[in-house]
């Protein structure tokens, strides 16, 4: 059975930092792409961070700067550092396998990450 488990969000004001973690079981991690995911009140889904195989790292354009992503695998992890935290960064934060490379696996309960102006 895949599990998820998502950590580390809290409340936060404008500029200051968060470090998520995300720790895998019951799948291969170090054969797949992760990626950090996150919805805000009333919008999609949407991936924040990618990381694959290889290391090779993407970022949606409004963190690029600002977040951090990285993985471990030998812990099967994956960490989102977050930095300068802007209001509208505020979401549930998720991870789960980049859904551009292959499916979904079951979403964990994510993390609720709030920044407060």
């Known amino acids: 059975q895949v599990q998820l488990v998502e950590s580390g969000g809290g409340l936060v004001q404008t500029g200051g930092s968060l470090s998520l973690s995300c720790t895998a079981s019951?799948?291969?991690?170090?054969?797949?792409?992760m990626a950090w995911y996150r919805q805000a009140p009333r919008k999609a889904r949407e991936v924040v961070a990618s990381?694959?195989?290889?290391?090779?790292?993407d970022y949606e354009y409004a963190v690029k700067g600002r977040f951090t992503i990285s993985r471990d695998d030998a812990k099967n992890t994956v960490h989102l550092q977050m930095n300068s935290l802007r209001t509208e960064d505020t979401a549930v934060y998720y991870c789960?396998?980049?859904?551009?490379?292959?499916?979904?696996?079951?979403w964990g309960q994510g993390t609720q990450v709030t920044v407060s102006a």
């Open positions: 789960n396998v980049d859904y551009r490379t292959r499916s979904l696996v079951s």
């Open positions: 019951g799948m291969s991690f170090s054969d797949k792409a």
């Open positions: 990381v694959d195989t290889l290391d090779n790292i």
